[in-house]
């Protein structure tokens, strides 16, 4: 299946709802390959606490931006950005359609309407004078600063991404204007993509459920022998990717700051936290699809025939090619 222009599917919805065997089957239905939009799957050795899709479930699809950094490497948006439409250029060109799949609303709407995170000319002085500040009084403080300058972008990045905070502050400081508000005025951009922008949903209380049951499914998997992996790696609470959900809290356990039972708890506490912030993103993009699982009596065939039809009468993909 083609489409006029340049096709492009996304595939999104809180965590545990759903989205990965859904954006398998998809693929194979209109001859597409999926690229992760996730933060956290694109780390080797974090398999258990991203749900990260194994090569079995992938059942023969072709699959990108998992497992291509170490945990002590940056990841942010920009990278994100870059990768993603390198990849959406490559499968574009074998003939497939890709499907951007994955819970981290930021990374797709980069992608989507093609966000400009251009570099402002730097002042060294002002970034020297902001990394010191981060040496001497800690990230906390220099997240202080953000808040006061711009409290949108304060929420959106943590106070450990130091980089982040002082690229803030620093496009703050040369332009008078926050980034957060630059990013808001990109997103009122139309995309350069024929797309169809779908999100997977469930009733909040089957949710919850799937999320507390896939936290118990991962510390059966072995999350907490995995946590101790990378903890012997050397890695940390100080570093972005182990700020991850499954990871910090377990290594606040294995930090004898609470017992393995309280961590848990914690675990599926933010997780559900996480999921009802994922949503309320969501709610707030334009051009989207919701899919409603109860309204298609948790059929995944009937929602693949609901999503094609709409790939359809969007003109991402075309009836009379085949997969």
Not at 11 to 22: D, F, H, N, Q, R
Not at 166 to 180: N, Q, V
Request: glycine share 6%; hydrophobic share 35%; charged share 30%.
């Amino acid at each position: 299946m083609k489409a006029d222009g340049n096709p492009l599917v996304i595939l999104t919805g809180p965590t545990a709802v759903g989205k990965t065997s859904l954006s398998i089957q998809l693929a194979k239905k209109i001859g597409g390959e999926i690229i992760s939009a996730d933060s956290m799957q694109v780390y080797r050795g974090m398999d258990i606490g991203s749900a990260k899709v194994t090569t079995s479930e992938m059942e023969g699809i072709p699959h990108h931006l998992i497992d291509i950094l170490d945990p002590e490497e940056e990841f942010h948006v920009v990278r994100f950005q870059e990768e993603a439409k390198k990849c959406i250029r490559q499968i574009q060109e074998r003939g497939h359609i890709p499907i951007l799949a994955g819970g981290t609303g930021f990374y797709i709407q980069a992608v989507l309407y093609d966000i400009d995170f251009t570099e402002t000319k730097s002042n060294e002085t002002y970034r020297e004078s902001l990394e010191q500040l981060a040496r001497e009084r800690g990230p906390e403080y220099l997240h202080d600063l953000l808040k006061e300058k711009d409290p949108d972008s304060a929420l959106a990045i943590h106070a450990n991404n130091v980089k982040r905070v002082i690229r803030a502050l620093e496009f703050y400081h040369e332009t008078g204007t926050p980034i957060s508000v630059h990013n808001e005025q990109e997103r009122q951009k139309k995309s350069p993509y024929q797309f169809a922008y779908f999100v997977l949903n469930d009733e909040r209380k089957r949710l919850y459920e799937n999320i507390d049951r896939r936290v118990d499914l991962m510390m059966q998997q072995g999350l907490l022998q995995e946590v101790e992996t990378l903890r012997g790696k050397g890695y940390h609470r100080g570093m972005v990717s182990m700020q991850g959900l499954g990871y910090k809290e377990l290594l606040a356990y294995l930090d004898g700051e609470m017992s393995l039972e309280e961590a848990v708890r914690i675990l599926k506490r933010d997780t559900r936290h996480f999921a009802k912030r994922q949503l309320t993103w969501f709610r707030r993009e334009r051009d989207v699809i919701w899919i409603e699982k109860n309204e298609f009596q948790y059929n995944n065939e009937n929602i693949l025939d609901y999503m094609i039809s709409e790939l359809e009468a969007r003109h991402v993909i075309q009836r009379d090619e085949k997969a």
